[in-house]
């Protein structure tokens, strides 16, 4: 019997456990706990099938695409006015390109001239490396993006870096492969980023002929043909701009029984009311923008309106129908009649944001149009909307966390249902920059509780997703606010919570000092929980810095305070964290037996995840204890744990454990697998453990 022959040619992308061997005799055992693939990154938005009198811009970006690799990669800045449709076309030729970047298409706006301000790097790195399936992101934009750098040093990527505010922040986003091309879009040229080897394209206007083409894209080449005059008096007065083009090519397709010149005259007509953008050619927009205003059905003018006023720069059906006081259905289906009349962008995943001019012409009308008090109102409603949404977020996830209060001027119309905790935390990675932007109109409005109340919400994107440099900045403006207001509870809850983030960041000294100062206020307050949580937060801040003693009475502080309250959960905690001291400090009994009491009481209590943390730590007292198949049972059960509640940290510091176990035993090349997985992992997650981990494998392997 002939058998069968396998080969691999050409350019292949191979994931996962592969075998290629000639005769094999005997069994052969793969063991794989890879997590399940990502799709590669696609994560650019729409753009037009064709582009309109963009050809040599188009030429000029292949020539960029095929000229030699230069170190670092290729950065194109594609600099022109608002409208121009510098998106537009970096978009279209990166999606037409698609097939030289196998390894992805990226996409950031860096909302150069959105509210809020430009878009935080961070944030902007965060998105990236979540993209590639790396979970934890330093707090230090250096290292977010330094690990960017290295995640995708040889990968073959594209990248669109959209409306940026200066070189300085495009900077800090470049991958840094020879295979990557960046296009960078912006109002000005952007010329510090010549010292990073990039080069310039000037988008300018368009043409007649290809004005009129957008026009035929959109109503028809018979109707075109039909009114040149009319056509002419458009194509005039959009005065070449392809935003312009494409609103008033909007307009007339929503309205086919109407003459092309009923157009023409409204953009004669229209006056300026886009004050704040003093560009040439920017009264073009204002008409058409105008014009198209104008026939809105009442409904879809108030929304909006209304949009133009939030502090968020994108907006959900459910968000929107907050700030109109919508059911989520309504607002869907006033949005998708803005996003007919071209007022209104929507990518892929169902969420809507203005373009820059268009955002300008909403507000300016939302706060000619709309009193005061109403303009607060819909800010309030958009900010007690994501409050009441993060709330049962912290419901689902964070359970037997202290509830603080929540006020609401009137309760929010609809909140979103999660069915589990994978959804909610799904929710809240998607929504975290609009999070932080509630956050920052509250701070600027002077609504204190709103501050303290988000910021205190907000704690399962802090505790499972490890966004640090948000949760730093949530707490500052949560404890400004909680002073201001004279709320001694919230004050006591910013500062613990926010010293976690503050450990978490590596800002140990200024951790220890905010639960210094919770531990002070619990006293005086009377409340021997907030007391125990302070003093747990002490013990952890000088565990981690090697001060033993004091660690232990922290501890030992805690846990006769959630013993005095019955606080069950909270005891056996404490207890892992009193065996966490005793393994450091070699003492291998006492870490044992409370690590037993604990498990058994985190069992009973269903926390399981919990209980695995005090299995793994078993484990590693056991090994300790040269007491190699016990430590292995222990660490493996505890490992199950992890995988399935996704724990990427306690996975690899389990898998570090394991690797250490089989070296013990003489299995080097399983110790090395063990190890080099942990590793992926510490990455991963951006984990300190990830330095020392990588050190101890570039040593040369025991004989």
Known sequence: MEGTRNSITGQVRLEGVALQAGDIHGGVHVHSHAPALLPVPQQLPPAPARLRGRGAELAALDRELHALPVPGGRCLVLAGPPGVGKSALAGHWLRARAAAFPDGLFYADLRSHAPGGPADPVEVLGAFLRALGLSGVPAEPGEAAALWRSATAHRRIGLLLDSAATAAQARVLLPGSEHSVVLVTSRTRLPGLVLDGAG????????RSAAVELLVDRVGADRIAAEPLAVDQVVTRCAGLPLAVCVAGARMAARPRQSLAATAEALRTETDRLGELRLDRDRAVQAVLDASYRILDPAAARLYRLLGLLPVPEFTAALAGAAAELRPAEAARLLEALGDEHLLEEPDDGRYRFHDLVRLHARGHGTSDEPPQLRRAVVRRVVEHLLATATATERLISPSRRPLPRSYDQPPLCVPEFADEGEALSWLDRERGQLGAALRAAADAGQNALVWQLA?????????LRAYELQLEAHELGLAAARAEGNRAAEQR????????????????EAARWYGEALELARAMADPRAEANAQYGIGQSHRIAGELPSARRAFEETLRLRELVGYPRGTALARIALAEVALADADLPEAVAQLARAEAELTALGDHYEAARALALTGEARLAAGHLPEARQTL??????FRAARSALWEARVLELLGTLAEREGDHRAAREHLERALELYRAVAAPNAEPLARRLAEPPPH
């Open 636 to 641: 493996e059960a505890a490992l199950t744990v």
């Open 456 to 464: 205190d919400a907000m704690w399962p994107l802090f505790l499972r």
């Open 200 to 207: 310039f394209l000037q988008v300018g206007l368009i043409d």
């Open 494 to 509: 910013m500062l613990t919570s926010g010293g976690h983030g503050l450990r978490n960041a590596g800002h140990f000294a």
